[in-house]
Antibody
Framework: QITLKESGPTLVKPTQTLTLTCTFS??????????VGWIRQPPGKALEWLAL???????RYSSSLKSRLTITKDTSKTQVVLTMTNMDPVDTATYYC???????????????WGQGSLVTVSS | SYELTQPPSVSLSPGQTARITCSGD??????AYWYQQKPGQAPVLMIY???ERPSGIPERFSGSSSGTTVTLTISGVQAEDEADYYC???????????FGGGTKLTVL
């Protein structure tokens, strides 16, 4: 079965860079049509899509955060890494990684989710 | 930026039918997806491609689309259905992907 799990720091200081790792099993990120995405959720607020990497290494970023985000994959290790620079207290959120399935070229959805990782930004 | 609009809350009694709407300009030509999120848990995919139900999702959950509005319907709502529900779709200008603001379903 497909599982994903996020790992990384629970606390980062303002201006620091956040690095989160998504370790997955049950699928291959070399399979056509497959991807891994990152989504975050500030406490008590809505979900926000951040970034996505496809099997062919195509990468997509939220336009509002594009300058701060980098997503990479290590296929052999079955991991996807998200980095976010210049962290601010407003970035405090639970960060989720999720398995992506393509319905069409523009339409994707998140059918399996990790448990989430709460990241607090505070000095 | 592209937005999906949902009502903040819906309240009803057990056994009633809940209808949660999601509006967005591109929904007439982009698929919508629905997720259920209970407190302290990760979201769960409930509906994909407007009206398809993943295996394991109860039949009382259904989805439909009309123009620029999609609807999640829960027929015969149960106490266990109390949760936040989010729609998701594509902003093809990116392309990028957006979630609605979420609807809190309360079962009285």
């Amino acid at each position: 079965q497909i599982t994903l799990k996020e790992s990384g720091p629970t606390l980062v200081k303002p201006t620091q860079t956040l690095t989160l790792t998504c370790t997955f099993s049950g699928f291959s990120l070399t399979t056509s049509g497959v991807g891994v995405g990152w989504i975050r959720q500030p406490p008590g607020k809505a979900l926000e899509w951040l970034a996505l990497i496809y099997w062919d290494d195509d990468k997509r970023y939220s336009s509002s955060l594009k300058s701060r985000l980098t997503i990479t994959k290590d296929t052999s290790k079955t991991q996807v890494v998200l980095t976010m620079t210049n962290m601010d207290p407003v970035d405090t959120a639970t960060y989720y990684c999720a398995h992506v399935e393509m319905a069409t070229v523009t339409s994707i959805f998140f059918d399996y989710w990790g448990q989430g990782s709460l990241v607090t930004v505070s000095s | 930026s592209y937005e999906l609009t949902q009502p903040p809350s819906v309240s009803l009694s057990p056994g009633q039918t809940a209808r949660i709407t999601c509006s967005g300009d591109a929904l007439s030509n982009q698929y919508a997806y629905w997720y259920q999120q209970k407190p302290g848990q990760a979201p769960v995919l409930m509906i994909y491609k407007d009206s398809e139900r993943p295996s394991g999702i109860p039949e009382r959950f259904s989805g439909s689309s009309s123009g620029t509005t999609v609807t999640l319907t829960i027929s015969g709502v149960q106490a266990e259905d109390e949760a936040d529900y989010y729609c998701q779709s594509a902003d093809i200008s990116g392309p990028s992907w957006v979630f609605g603001g979420g609807t809190k379903l309360t079962v009285l």
